[in-house]
């Protein structure tokens, strides 16, 4: 819908809704590092496109949303501005970077910037979390939210874990007839329930009401520290306690009955969603998707290519990677389940398995990068995938996706397995299993 | 068996040990054969290289007159083997040491001796050990001399060392019959190929590389300190360095193989794998990477 219309449609029946999404800041990006020593982790492209932008095409499915609100603590920046000037054009839809002034937890900034958000008077608003990995059910949280809560309750997001990883996740206990919200926890020690906290959220605006109280809870506190004062947790200062009122309480769950959800927290994770978002393109945009075309290059599954990528006609590509602008691939290599960003260079009879290559890479000749995918139990519908430690209690580096930083050039006939290597290093040996600084 | 006879114009006989008799057994039960004539033997161990220099063996071994010659080579960590003490004017040998502790000489039995047949008299049809049975007696009646060995050798009953091995006989190619060598844009340094092989594009094969008889090489591969044996197939894009091909074998497209990997008869290695230092018995059919060096039975 374009941006006339959406202005114009103020005068529908239907009140406006408008979205927020927290975006977080540096200081909780670090384990997406190296890939975010050069961007803000919300902007990395996962399938091709910077990741919050398939939050933003997930949120425009429902016509009324009428402004989308970034929160976050990242300065703004040129890269910043110029992704927010790219969606307001593409989406036809009102967007703004709301910074923080400091860190204000998972609810801080919401209750710092409610003006802005209660500006217009929405009869509800979204709240989304970036580092989910999710085609947000936008249309049926808002359906669920005027039809069982009348309009005027407050919902979280729920989905389906197994009972071993929901101890990891916020736990949600659903009373089946009403879908109340009874009890909620965060990563319990015990087993609570297998619904946890999808990320999402939809709100009536007097959620305030209770931000306002925690607000000056936090306030009177004395023994919080000047600066955490203004940080609100939502989990803690308004999901928990609104859990299980009786009758009078507002706090709903709907889970998501069908489509992926990963939490997103490091770059081998990038990975995994890589894959779930091209899979979501061959309905949503197959025109994005790469195709064989006779005397080119090989495609196997879901491939998406910058136009302006080079590619040899005898290389082979796919499943599941993503090739960036200028992207010049040899001869005879081979790119499978792997993003490569702009202008890396693969040479001839290469090899690039399960992992990232960072933009400006170099790779020689016949050099294998190598990683091991973080897949899940294939016969477990609802497991997700673990946040693991770096390392093993051995003192080893966990198998994980490689990671080649900006710049990082690899000499030609060498393996790179299960390596993360920080920008603009020169690989003249082979590496496994390291971190390389 | 019987083509190289007839190509080489010479008899080949099999001497079969219905049970094992040792280094030295197996002499006596050839005895009929070995004593046709009063003409000396050589008798050599098959899991040595070297360059073989029979004439002048066989010079030395008249020159002395006596009942053997054992050839002697220099190496670097003499206490690996066994260790020859002997008179350097005369050649004359005074004993052996076995894996000596302290440096008592740098020279080592190479694996290869000149007999004249009279030394069957010290030699019975039951297992007896050439070095520790034979040699020693006839050292003490000053009956064995050495000959110090030029150029090359090397035991190559490892993969590691046959691998080395390899390297050193090609330098020694390169040396006496560079013609034997491929040459072309696709081979670097010492090569050789079978007439029967097919090399695709793109590749670079070599340095030390054999490949064996109807070997299929396909597009862009790349080959070093390795050899191919028979029948086997290295598909394109490959990497191969530091391995043995066993014969019928096939190596997978993209497939990274290093680190003295091994490959049994008819053993395949799907696309795209990482084989390091793998031993793969024969049959096998390899659908995951083996990072770690490990034997897959």
Known sequence: MDLLKRQSSVFQLNGKLKAVILIGGPHVG???????????????PIAGSPWLQHHIEAIVKHPDVREILLIGFYNQSQQMSRFVDDMQRKYGIPIRYLQEYAPLGTAGGIYHFRDQILRGNPRAFFVFNSDVCCDFPVWEMAQFHSNVTG???YVILGTEANEQQALSYGCIVEEPSTHKVLHYVEKPETFVSNIINAGGYIFSPDIFQHLTRAFTANYENELIHDA????????SSVLTPLAGNGDGGKLYVYKMNSGFWTQVKNAGHAIYANRLYLSLFKERHPE????NTPGGHEIYGAVRIHPSAQIDSSAVLGPNVYVGAGVVIGAGARVREAIVLDRAVIQEHSCVLHSIVGWDCVLGAWSRIEGY???LNPNDPVAKITSESLFNLDGRLNPSITILGQGVSVHSELIVLNTVVLPHKELTSSYKNQIIL | MYLFPRQLGITITLSHEQEPLGTAGPLGLAREILEKDAEPFFVLNSDVICSYPFKKMLE????????????????????KYGVVVYNPTSGQIDRFVEKPKI??????????????????KRIQVKFMSLEKEVFPFMAQDGQLFAFDLEGFWMDIGQPKDFLRGMALYLSHVRQTSPERLAEGDSFVGNVLVDPSAKIGQGCRIGPSVVIGPNVIIEDGVCLSSSTVLRGARICSHAWVQ???????SVVGKWVRMESVSVLGEDVIIQDELYVNGARILPHKNITVSSPDPQIIM
């Open chain 1, 228 to 235: 955490a004062r203004d940080s609100i947790d939502l989990h």
């Open chain 1, 288 to 291: 994005y998707l790469a195709t």
């Open chain 1, 373 to 375: 995918p973080s897949d």
């Open chain 2, 242 to 248: 530091s391995s043995i091909i066993g014969w019928q």
């Open chain 1, 30 to 44: 670090t384990r997406f590092r190296p890939l975010s020593l050069e961007l803000p982790q919300p902007l990395f």
């Open chain 1, 151 to 153: 309009g005027n309750g």
């Open chain 2, 60 to 79: 030395l071994h008249h020159s002395h007159g006596k009942e053997g010659t054992i050839v002697v080579t220099k190496v670097e960590e003499p206490s």
């Open chain 2, 103 to 120: 440096f008592v000489s740098n020279k080592i039995n190479a694996g290869i001796y000149i007999f004249s047949p009279t030394v069957l």
